[in-house]
């Protein structure tokens, strides 16, 4: 059964503290990408990676930091130097960049207090 | 990369057609256009996708007229279920996200399906 799959769904922490969100796909999709979404509002893009050990800063990197050492997980951490973390996180692959078609998680809801 | 405007919400009810109108007046020649529906506390699903004149497939069209400054999403005889978000996107394919503009989902039309 292939997808997309994020964990946890839910998320809760201390501020200060860095967290890391899972993403894991078995679709064997080469481009992963991170996206922030706030309540009532859209998905703004953290990060992508294109492929294996290379990555690209979005719109709003700063904060954030990610790896792709395995095609198929692109963790990203929350570090302590974002200045409002709670949000609603998503994860998306798409075959490559060249295919908008991205497939979506669930989604980590994050709760930093 | 071009932006996208929509209405903030529509209302409709079961079993009509319903469309979704998405203006991107800066459409550039090698933009394509994808729409997304979202569910709250779940990450978008892909609808369709089209370049120019008509795209369908078993759940919606897509209309684009020919100078493709605007694009409809058409969803025949609508549901409860599918009161939703959806979204409309514009940009090149291959860009991967460089400059990251075509993969920023704006805020979206909030569909609401009623009896």
């Known amino acids: 059964d292939g997808g997309i799959t994020q964990s946890p769904k839910y998320l809760f922490r201390k501020e200060g503290q860095n967290v890391t969100l899972s993403c894991e796909q078995n679709l064997n999709h080469d481009a992963m990408y991170w996206y922030r979404q706030d309540p009532g509002q859209g998905l703004r893009l953290i990060y992508y990676?294109?492929?294996?050990?290379?990555?690209q800063k979005g719109d709003i990197a700063e904060g954030y930091s990610v790896s792709r050492e395995k095609k198929e997980s692109f963790p990203l951490t929350v570090t302590s130097a974002q200045k409002n973390p709670t949000a609603f996180y998503l994860c998306?692959?798409?075959?490559?960049?060249?295919?908008?078609?991205?497939?979506f998680g669930p989604g980590t809801r994050l709760t930093v207090t | 990369l071009a932006k996208t405007t929509q209405p903030i919400s529509m209302d409709s009810y079961e079993g009509q057609e319903v469309n979704i109108t998405c203006s991107h007046n800066?459409?550039?020649?090698?933009?394509?256009i994808t729409w997304y529906q979202q569910f709250p506390s779940q990450g978008p699903r892909f609808i369709i996708q089209?370049?120019?004149t008509k795209v369908t497939n078993e759940v919606a069209s897509l209309f684009i007229p020919a100078d493709r400054k605007s694009s409809t999403l058409s969803l025949p005889r609508v549901s409860l279920s599918d009161t939703a978000v959806y979204y409309c996107l514009v940009a090149p394919k291959g860009s991967g996200g460089g400059g990251a503009d075509g993969l920023t989902f704006g805020k979206g039309t909030h569909l609401i399906i009623q009896p």
């Open positions: 800066n459409i550039a020649t090698n933009d394509y």
């Open positions: 089209g370049y120019k």
């Open positions: 998306a692959s798409s075959i490559n960049d060249n295919n908008y078609e991205q497939y």
């Open positions: 990676s294109q492929i294996v050990n290379d990555f």
